[in-house]
Structure formats: structure tokens, C-alpha cells
């Protein structure tokens, strides 16, 4: 029993653990002149009232200058953390999401003046977003709750799950609109199709009487 209870925990673990792995990405960052130098976006949705800390580390590249923008989605596009000169340092942006949503992520790369775009000038860029639990410092939680390394374990899981249900909600309660918008409108296409019917079956019967109104004058038909 013990063999199959620690064998579904680290089941659990290896999933819990995949799923947030795809939360990090690395990518390559051309550099290009000022006037020239378009951003690259990164979005991660964030649900309501989540803590959110955004890892930032650039590779080293000559005469080049990487920031980074934090952003919402909405129509003010409100700024959560904003950072020049990136460099091989870990840089961390935390803030609280109060609406949810996408949180953007754009990066620039800025060649210094004279220098023009080439292949040799670009920097790697490994950005990596942390949500809800993630963002908490469990080795600070276990001296604070005296917590044993099992139970340490244990309470990371839990956070993980409640993560995962409040995704698994989000998603539910997103495919109910869908599905809400997708009865509604195909009620609204069968009452136009319906209302086109009639209209077209009484163009139709308006045409046949008037034709043989029109041939009875011209005394073409009796």
C-alpha cells in the first residue's frame, strides 16, 4: 500500500511538474536599429488576484541593449514592471494580476548607434513566468511553520492542486460561454433562416400573381 501511495505522489509530482515547465521559454533576440527595433511579445494568461513573478536572464551580445515590459492586456495595457540594460543576471518583475487576463511580456533590442542589423548581433533571451504557487518561498514557509521536509512536500502538492482546479474552473467556465455564444447564434441563424424562407416563398407567390396579371392585360393567357 505505502509502494503504491508513493508511487502515485510522484506520479503527481512528474505531471504538476511538466505543467509548469512549459512556462519557461528561450528565444533569440535579433538586434536592430532604434527606429527599427519592434518588441517580441510573450503572453501568459493570469487569472484574478494572482501573484505573478516574471524571471528574466539575456545572453551576452556587443553593442546591445535588451528591455523588457510587463504588461496587461487591457484597453489602458496598465504596466506592472519595466526593465533597460538586461544582462546574464537573473532580473525578477513581481506584481499582483487584479484582472484577469494576459499578462505580455515585449522585449526590444537595440543595437548602439552606427552599428547595423548582422547575424552576429543577437542576444538569447530565457524568460520564465511564475504563477500562484509558484511565487511562494517554501524554504522561508518551512522555518516559519517548522515544517518537515514531508510536510513541505505535501503542502507544495496541495498548492500545485489548488492551482490546477482553479485552472480546470477557469476553462470550464470559459467553454460554458463558448457554448452559450454558440446556441445563441445558431438560434439567431435558424430564425433568419427561417424568416428568409418565408420572404423568399412570398417573393414567390407576389411574382406568379403579378405575371398573371401582367399576360391576362396583355391577353396572352385567358
Keep these: 500500500m505505502t509502494r503504491k501511495l508513493v508511487s502515485a505522489t510522484l506520479a503527481i509530482s512528474f505531471l504538476l511538474l511538466a505543467s509548469t515547465m512549459v512556462q519557461a521559454i528561450k528565444f533569440d533576440l535579433p538586434g536592430l536599429p532604434e527606429n527599427d527595433a519592434n518588441p517580441v511579445c510573450i503572453s501568459h494568461f493570469v ?7 516574471v524571471k528574466v536572464r539575456v545572453g551576452p551580445g556587443p553593442q546591445q541593449k535588451v528591455s523588457v515590459e510587463v504588461n496587461d492586456d487591457s484597453v489602458h495595457q496598465n504596466q506592472f514592471w519595466r526593465k533597460d540594460g538586461l544582462t546574464d543576471t537573473v532580473q525578477k518583475g513581481t506584481f499582483l494580476n487584479k484582472e484577469a487576463g494576459d499578462v505580455v511580456a515585449c522585449f526590444t533590442n537595440v543595437l548602439s548607434a552606427g552599428y547595423k542589423p548582422d547575424s552576429r548581433y543577437s542576444r538569447v533571451v530565457d524568460i520564465d513566468f511564475e504563477i500562484g504557487s509558484e511565487t511562494i518561498d517554501y524554504e522561508k514557509l518551512a522555518e516559519t511553520e517548522k515544517l518537515k521536509p514531508m510536510e513541505l512536500a505535501l503542502r507544495k502538492l496541495e498548492d500545485m492542486v489548488k492551482d490546477i482546479l482553479e485552472n480546470m474552473e477557469h476553462l470550464q467556465a470559459r467553454e460554458e460561454r463558448m457554448r452559450n455564444t454558440n446556441e ?6 435558424q430564425w433568419f433562416s427561417t424568416m428568409t424562407m418565408f420572404v423568399l416563398i412570398a417573393l414567390g407567390a407576389w411574382q406568379i400573381m403579378y405575371l398573371k396579371q401582367f399576360f391576362r392585360k396583355k391577353r396572352l393567357i385567358d
Aim: without cysteine; glycine residues 0%.
Design 47 to 53: 487569472d484574478e488576484n494572482t501573484e505573478v513573478i
Design 184 to 189: 445563441s447564434t445558431n438560434a439567431r441563424v
